[in-house]
C-alpha cells in the first residue's frame, strides 16, 4: 500500500514537472479519445518478461488511469496527496493511519539490570 501511494505521487511529481526526469522515457500518453478516464491517461503496452511487467512505469499505469480527474489535475503535491489517500483506503480496504502508537506500548519491563538484579 505504501509503495503504491509512493508510486503514484512519483508518478504525479514527474507529469507535472516537479522532478527533473522526462515523462516521455516511463510513459506513453494514451491516444484514446473516450470520454471514461482522465485525459492524462497513459498506454499500457503487453510485457512478456517478469523484469519489465514488474518495473516502476508498469506497475504504476494502471492504478493512475483509474484516478478520478480530480485527483490527477491537483495543484500541488499535498493536495494530490491529500484526494489520492481515501481512494486508495476506499479501494485497497485498508486505513493510512497518521496516528501514533501510545507510549505506554513502548515501555521498558520494570526489572532493571541497573538495580543489580540479574
Not at 14 to 27: H, P, R
Not at 68 to 94: H, M, W
Request: hydrophobic share 35%; aromatic share 12%; charged share 30%.
Amino acid at each position: 500500500m505504501r509503495r503504491l501511494r509512493a508510486d503514484l505521487i512519483e508518478v504525479f511529481k514527474i507529469v507535472n514537472g516537479l522532478d527533473k526526469i522526462d515523462a516521455c522515457i516511463f510513459f506513453e500518453q494514451h491516444s484514446d479519445c473516450r470520454t471514461r478516464g482522465h485525459p492524462f491517461r497513459f498506454y499500457k503496452p503487453n510485457c512478456r518478461m517478469d523484469i519489465r511487467k514488474y518495473s516502476f512505469s508498469q506497475r504504476v499505469i494502471s492504478e493512475w488511469n483509474n484516478l478520478p480527474l480530480e485527483a490527477v489535475t491537483a495543484e500541488r503535491v499535498i493536495s494530490f496527496k491529500n484526494k489520492i489517500d481515501p481512494i486508495l483506503k476506499k479501494r485497497q480496504g485498508l486505513y493510512i493511519s497518521q496516528k501514533r502508537l501510545p507510549a505506554s506500548v513502548f515501555k521498558i519491563p520494570s526489572a532493571s539490570f541497573a538495580d543489580g538484579n540479574q
